[in-house]
């Protein structure tokens, strides 16, 4: 809902293409934006520091959007199957134990 209040709000998807979730955020509801580079998550350290930053932010209610990086086309897949070049909602921050009973 978000991305088309922004669009509207740029003039239309064309314009607004490419830009930056944290702006839209920001200039739609006015409440302050922090942005964190997933590329300085380097050792399971960070990763846990980011997990624990992920799930205060969802257990105290904020918005929270990611986005991939890329050359502009979203039909382009990274690794882990997620379209590069696209912004995306994150709904919820949560552990997960599969099978063999190991918590991801």
């Known amino acids: 809902?978000?991305?088309?209040?922004?669009?509207?709000?740029?003039?239309?998807?064309?314009?607004?293409?490419?830009?930056?979730?944290?702006?839209?955020?920001?200039?739609?509801?006015?409440?302050?934006?922090?942005?964190?580079?997933?590329?300085?998550?380097?050792t399971t350290a960070d990763l846990t520091t980011a997990y624990n930053t992920l799930k205060a932010a969802d257990d105290a209610g904020y918005l929270m959007g990611a986005s991939t990086a890329g050359s502009g086309n979203d039909q382009v897949y990274n690794g882990c199957g997620v379209a590069m070049s696209h912004a995306y909602t994150i709904v919820s921050a949560f552990e997960m134990t599969d099978a063999s009973g190991t918590t991801h």
């Not at 209040?5 to 739609?28: P, Q």
């Open 1 to 42: 809902m978000l991305e088309k209040a922004w669009a509207k709000a740029k003039g239309n998807y064309l314009i607004a293409n490419g830009d930056l979730v944290k702006n839209g955020i920001r200039s739609l509801t006015g409440i302050p934006v922090f942005s964190y580079a997933c590329s300085s998550i380097t």
